[in-house]
């Protein structure tokens, strides 16, 4: 029970940021989308025959990957700085628990969860952005698109998402140890 309590504390002093961060990935991402759909839709009015793919939207875009390690870069500075917030702004809640003898861990816990919980909003909400963008390319290059529609198909074409989304189980275990691992040690500073 207390593990819960911590944890939704923790979602809850988080949503602000997280909000922003959404918001943001959001529509840097709807704007580099609506900037090449305005462009290629333009290409094929002059009547250049162009096959389109939809890692032509992603990958090809230089903006992808710098909003991808953006928002990853920020969810470590944020994991950062919910720990630093409990041991140097001492005085709240949390401080005074981390001060008791007795078990950290949940606490640890809690935030190592609040931090994967918000990870997993990001990368539903990638495979949302995915999705949608399919859909649209297929209204609007009827004649020129060729996609896939399964949605981990689709996530798995991108050189960056298949880092995010790995085929393999192994492949994942390692990419998200790595994190988890450096999570739980910075937790337990």
Known sequence: MKFLNLLTDELRRARIFYGLLMISVLLVQAFNIGNMIIRNRQTVREGH????????????SGLYPMVIGG???????YAVFIWL??????????YRLLILP???APIAFAKVATILLLMSGLLLLQLGIFYVTHWILQMVFQDNYLGLGVLLQIAQQFTISYILFPLHPLTALFNYGFGICFLLVLMNH
């Not at 025959?49 to 090809?60: K, R």
């Not at 928002?71 to 500075?77: E, N, S, T």
């Not at 409990?86 to 949390?94: A, L």
Request: proline content about 3%; overall charge negative; hydrophobic content about 50%.
């Open 49 to 60: 025959p162009v096959a389109l793919y939809l890692t032509d939207f992603f990958d090809s």
């Open 85 to 94: 917030r409990e041991w140097y702004f001492q005085g709240n809640y949390m």
């Open 102 to 104: 007795g078990n950290r």
């Open 71 to 77: 928002a990853a870069f920020a969810l470590i500075l």
